[in-house]
């Protein structure tokens, strides 16, 4: 027997219509701002991923269309850490090369990336209530450029991971008039260490 499925009403389309996308970080951003403006949510927004055994090269490719700085590393379903630009284009490639003689076409992510253990981790939930300025004083005392934002289950104590937090979008979008050291800043890190 053959279910009977009943066509569905159409409407025009009018002259003055929208697209649902989703909700873009702000152009600019103050210390006080909520934390959550500035995360990129993983609910919203589908992460950046590679795998521990693709090609570094394929990898920053991949990132470089993707418009993400970090890319998780997954393996299993599992997150066994993460890969930002500088990894695939600073000094552990060029060290790779010079101290083992291989090619850079034969590194691999896992050669380069950060492992999970070595991540900077922060609570979903503390980060709920966190200013833009507390994100800014973890990720300096820490000596990180961005970090992995967590959900737990209270019951079960599993971990997801909810989104990314990373240092080049907050600076990128801080308020330029913020004080004169951060106006005089002249790298990422000099600007981390003045705030």
Aim: no cysteine; hydrophobic share 40%; aromatic share 4%.
């Amino acid at each position: 027997m053959t279910k009977k499925y009943d066509e569905l009403p159409t409407i025009e389309l009018s002259d003055h219509n929208t697209y649902t996308h989703p909700e873009a970080m702000p152009e600019l951003v103050h210390l006080d701002d909520s934390a959550l403006s500035i995360l990129t949510d993983f609910e919203k927004i589908k992460p950046a991923i590679a795998h521990p055994d693709d090609n570094i090269d394929d990898t920053l490719t991949k990132m470089k269309s993707s418009g993400r700085l970090v890319m998780l590393v997954v393996e299993n379903h599992t997150v066994v850490g993460a890969v930002s630009s500088g990894d695939l284009q600073g000094e552990k490639p060029l060290k790779l090369v010079q101290e083992n003689r291989v090619n850079r076409k034969e590194i691999l992510v896992k050669q380069v990336m950060t492992p999970d253990d070595s991540l900077l981790a922060i609570n979903y939930q503390d980060l709920r209530f966190a200013k833009i300025g507390n994100l800014l004083r973890t990720l300096r005392k820490h000596m990180k450029r961005y970090a992995l934002i967590v959900d737990i289950d209270e019951t079960t104590k599993a971990q997801r991971i909810h989104g990314l937090i990373n240092v080049y979008d907050i600076i990128k979008r801080l308020d330029r008039t913020l004080t004169s050291a951060i106006r005089e800043a002249q790298s990422i890190l000099e600007l981390q260490s003045r705030l």
